[in-house]
Each structure stands twice: as structure tokens, then as C-alpha cells.
């Protein structure tokens, strides 16, 4: 059995996690720069330090491997840092701004603040298009689909350069044909482009979650799409016999085209195997109320176990995004080690979401990174710690020297002043955030 092994990968904004298990059970761990324009170099840069460390080919362990399990946060940190694709969205007539009018009010804890600023749109008013058809409560047809009015905003669309189309009309739900028809003449006018249809997705009561659910997903779709085709490929090339499972937020597993077409389902991809995790280490103490906390190169995210089970909920605000789906609960703060410090027009320090990634990195890594990071308060701050070199730019491991490009490491208070400015983001979880970012509200 010494032949057989299971492999698991975390691919974050920053860095790729890889853990080995073999036949006999033993486990090893090893780590390599993500690469967001390919993600497959990341796991291929992995797969060669593991050779080079165990002498086992890439080809040997997916070839014989019964399991490989990835979990990824390229569909939140797109979320976080609003880097989702360019999206369209064909409405009922009239209701085209429900995901901007919303339930009528900010989410809950701010929904009396007149300062809370309002959520940024996924879809901005301009790519929001509205089409004659109305289904009433009752299922029946009030008002035939004007299907030149369909064609009409697929020609907007393809003007605008649209990514991905998401459609949801009003009672859908009951009587889909409306919705089903203009998803036709979408894909014919708009081939290759990902198409969400709203009822098909997620067919439950209530416009607005549907909609939005509908939203985030065509956002994120041709991100997720690109990513998973990559991986897929690339296993496959190695002899893979068994299809690569993604971790989904509802803590189940996936292929990847079913990942590919509910992108929705993988938001959480990568934290919602948290607790599960901390439940397998717990187990040998008898420990089933747990807390587990991942600070990666953009977010921060909490995820929280009691009595063996972890949160599951539907119809929630996830980074002030309505999502109806079911989502094991997982707290998110856009403050990673990567996050890079600003001045707010008041002269405030913030950090984040944006994030420096793996390119370039942090200005301390010394690969052309020129904006201060969390990281590189965590260098200054502490000119006295580990002196290893950061990641190289193949594969991600360290090696011994000088932290710092120049060759020293200044006690410089400016890192410490961003330290805590990180520190008590990530301790008033419930303070308030920039738009799109912070509490993530359950």
C-alpha cells in the first residue's frame, strides 16, 4: 500500500499547501507560491519539490493517488478584492435594481447607520437590463417575453465586453420558461460566455436572494471556470484515475464541472474544510468545541465548531452579498498577510483587502514589491526574528539569509503601527469596514 497515496491541496492568494499521504499513513507538508495567471504552475512547482525532497515523480503520485482533494480561495479573494468578471444581468422589466434596493435596509447591525456606506455592485446599474415578461404568483404567464428586448441587451452586453450573463425573473421559481428562453437566445448570441439562470441555480421563494445568488455566481463563474479546467487538465496529463474533488462551502465535495457551472458553492472552498480538519485533530483530547483561524496572504477567516458540528446556514449576507445557498459559517476580515496599508482620505491608516499575492509579494520578499504589506510590518517590527529568506520565486521554500533586501532589518515603528492596526481589525470583528469588506454577517 506503500504505492498508494492521497494528496491534498490549498491554493491561496499567496501560497499552495500540499499534503502527501502514503499507504502506511505517514503524512508530509509542503508549500510553493501560487500563481494567480496560471494556478496549475503553483501545483506543478509543488509537485516538483516534493520529487525533489522524496524522489517520487508527479506522474507516480497522481497516477496513483485515489484521492487528491483541493481546496482554493480564488473565488473569495476575487470576492474580497472585487476582482470577479466583467457581469451582466438580464431582469423583469422594473426589477432590474433589486440588488441594489435589496430588502429595503443595510444588513443587520447596520441597517439604522446612515454613514455605512452602501455595498459595492457586482453588476453596476449600466449592465443591469430589464425585459418585458411578467410571471405572476400563481405560475400563470401576465405578460409573453419580448425576446427582441433579450437579443437587444445580449448586443449591449457584447458592446461592453461582458464576461458572464446571469438571468433571473420574478417567479421564475413556479414557471421557468420565461427564464429558460432568454437563457437560450443568450447562449446563441453569446457563445462561450458563462450564463447563470437564476431558477436553475438556486430554485427557492424570494427574488432578491435568488438574484443576488445568481449575481455572485456569474461573477465568479469565469474565474472558477478557468481555474478548475487548468487543474483538471493538468492531472490528467499526469494519469490521473480519478477526478480532482473540490471542497465546496457547504463542506461537501465536488468534480470540477459541477464547480465550474455553481462557482457559488466554492466561495469558501478552502476554509470550509476548517472544521473538519480541527474535529480529526481534536478527536485524540475528546476537544468537539473548537475554534480555527487561517490568516493567508489576503484574508483572515474564523470558523467556529460546537459539540462536533460546525455552522450550516442559507440566506445569508457573505461579504455584504446576499447568497441563498447552504454555507458552513466562516467568518472573513480582508486582512492577510499580504494586505497592503493605505491613507483614507482623513489621513487614516487601512489595510486592505487589496492584496500584494505572491506577485510581487511583499516589498520584503525583495521581487519588485513596493507597497507595505502586514508581512512587512511583521519585519520591521521584529528585527530580532527568524532571519530566513522569503519564498523564491520557482517554488516557494525558503532558504537561510537576510530577511531584507538592503541586508538589515530596521525596529522601523511604522511596522509595528500597521501590526495593530491589523490586530485590531482581526479583535473587533464587529467594528465597522470598508464597503465590500469586513463582517462577514450570518
Known amino acids: 500500500m506503500q504505492d498508494h497515496y492521497r494528496l491534498g491541496i490549498d491554493a491561496g492568494g499567496t501560497f499552495t499547501d500540499f499534503i502527501l499521504a502514503d499507504g502506511r499513513g505517514a503524512l508530509r507538508i509542503f508549500k510553493a507560491l501560487s500563481t494567480p495567471d496560471d494556478p496549475t504552475q503553483a501545483i506543478r512547482n509543488g509537485l516538483a519539490l516534493i520529487e525533489e525532497e522524496t524522489g517520487i515523480t508527479p506522474q507516480q503520485i497522481v497516477s496513483n493517488a485515489d484521492l487528491c482533494i483541493n481546496g482554493t480561495t480564488v473565488g473569495l479573494n476575487a470576492l474580497i478584492t472585487h476582482t470577479g468578471a466583467k457581469t451582466g444581468l438580464i431582469a423583469t422589466r422594473g426589477h432590474e435594481d433589486s440588488i441594489e434596493i435589496r430588502l429595503g435596509h443595510k444588513e443587520d447591525g ?21 425585459v418585458t415578461e411578467r410571471v405572476i404568483s400563481t405560475g400563470a ?35 421557468p420558461r ?8 443568450v447562449r446563441e448570441m453569446m457563445p462561450g460566455v458563462p450564463l447563470t439562470v437564476g431558477s436553475r441555480l438556486y430554485p427557492q421563494l424570494r427574488e432578491y436572494t435568488r438574484t443576488s445568488t445568481a449575481v455572485v455566481n456569474a461573477y465568479l463563474a469565469p474565474i472558477l471556470k478557468r481555474y478548475v479546467g487548468s487543474v483538471d487538465a493538468y492531472f490528467q496529463s499526469l494519469g490521473a484515475r480519478q477526478p480532482v474533488r ?67 446556514s442559507k440566506n445569508i449576507d457573505f461579504l455584504r452579498y446576499r447568497i441563498g445557498v447552504p454555507m458552513i459559517q466562516v467568518e472573513t476580515l480582508g486582512a492577510g498577510g499580504g494586505s497592503i496599508g493605505w491613507i483614507d482620505s482623513m489621513g487614516l491608516l487601512q489595510m486592505g483587502p487589496q492584496s500584494a499575492g505572491s506577485q ?16 512587512d510590518g511583521a519585519g520591521l517590527s521584529h528585527p530580532r526574528g527568524p532571519r530566513r529568506r522569503p519564498p523564491a520565486a520557482g517554488r516557494g521554500e525558503g532558504a537561510r539569509g537576510d530577511p531584507h533586501p538592503s541586508g538589515r532589518a530596521p525596529g522601523d515603528q511604522r511596522g509595528k503601527g500597521r501590526l495593530r492596526h491589523v490586530h485590531h481589525r482581526q479583535q473587533q470583528h464587529g467594528e465597522r469596514h470598508p464597503p465590500g469588506v469586513g463582517r462577514t454577517r450570518l
Open 178 to 185: 420565461h427564464e429558460l428562453r432568454a437563457a437560450e437566445i
Open 360 to 375: 510581487p509579494g511583499p516589498a520584503c520578499y525583495g521581487r519588485g514589491g513596493e507597497r507595505p504589506t502586514t508581512t
Open 110 to 130: 447596520y441597517r439604522y447607520d446612515p454613514d455605512y456606506p452602501p455595498a459595492t455592485m457586482l453588476v453596476p446599474r449600466y449592465l443591469r437590463r430589464g
Open 246 to 312: 473540490y471542497f465546496q462551502s457547504n463542506g461537501g465535495l465536488a468534480p470540477g464541472s459541477v464547480v465550474a457551472d455553481r462557482s457559488v458553492y466554492a466561495i469558501n472552498s478552502g476554509p470550509a474544510s476548517a472544521p473538519q480538519a480541527a474535529l480529526w485533530l481534536g478527536e485524540p483530547w475528546g476537544l468537539t468545541d473548537i475554534i480555527t483561524v487561517d490568516m493567508g496572504g489576503t484574508s483572515f477567516d474564523i470558523t467556529l465548531t460546537r459539540n462536533g458540528q460546525a455552522n450550516v
Open 141 to 175: 404567464v401576465h405578460t409573453p417575453l419580448d425576446e427582441d428586448e433579450v437579443r437587444e441587451a445580449c448586443r449591449h452586453f457584447l458592446r461592453e465586453g461582458v464576461e458572464s450573463v446571469a438571468v433571473s425573473f420574478v417567479w421564475s421559481v413556479l414557471e
